[in-house]
């Protein structure tokens, strides 16, 4: 029986794209609540990785089970609510901040509730007036915590973040962290690519990757 704790199983899942493994057949599984960092060389396949578990690409070998079923069983609308992946370059929608953080509630055919919006945006250092800013007015450091906003209007299960804090200065990024910790410590699982090492200080887990073997003429030694 599967411990009903346990949240994603990812089975020898790998990747290759033609003749060229760019993820290693890998295993693991994830908890509620649980914060595991993902780290490895460039090429290592982490960015691939994530997006195979957000069901953005399919796995070439194995498979990802979500609550027990197989992703490949389930709607992908209705996973991607529950397993959101924060891209490292934000892509935002619309024309404006509202826009995007709206964006959640009319998928659930909700009504957008601005003042939370609000007080997301000052928990992340933004200004209440930063909500009606068109997206060509933010810098890009702006534009990664508008998109990890975004993926918090509803706290997803599993929550993917790749180098989400890599446009934040030490004050922002401490900001990303307290928010990522609290949302932790209410039961959302979290994997979190980065590089620097001060992120891993609340992470639960280390996962590290290594770079595939891929042999062939046109291979650097």
Do not use: C
């Amino acid at each position: 029986m599967m411990d009903k704790n346990r949240l994603l199983e990812v089975r020898e899942v790998s990747f290759a794209l033609q003749d060229k493994v760019l993820l290693a057949p890998l295993s693991f599984s994830l908890g509620k609540g649980e914060f595991l960092w993902l780290t490895g060389p460039s090429g290592a396949g982490k960015s691939t990785l994530l997006k195979i578990i957000a069901s953005l690409l399919e796995p070439s070998s194995g498979e990802v089970i979500f609550n027990g079923q197989p992703l490949a069983t389930l709607k992908p609308e209705h996973y991607r609510q529950q397993v959101s992946y924060v891209f490292q370059t934000p892509v935002l929608f619309g024309s404006t901040v509202y826009d995007n953080l709206a964006l959640p509630y009319q998928i659930r055919q909700r009504p957008p509730q601005r003042q939370a919006m609000i007080d997301g945006l000052q928990r992340l250092n933004l200004p209440a007036a930063a909500l009606d800013r068109t997206i060509d007015q933010l810098s890009g450091g702006e534009k990664q915590r508008v998109a990890l906003l975004r993926n918090l209007q509803f706290p997803p299960d599993i929550l993917l973040l790749d180098e989400v804090t890599s446009a934040l200065d030490e004050e922002n990024k401490q900001a990303v962290h307290q928010l990522i910790d609290e949302q932790v410590g209410q039961g959302t699982a979290a994997i979190w690519i980065s590089h620097d090492r001060h992120e891993t200080d609340n992470a639960q887990r280390i996962l590290t990757l290594s770079a595939p073997q891929n042999r062939g003429q046109h291979e650097p030694a």
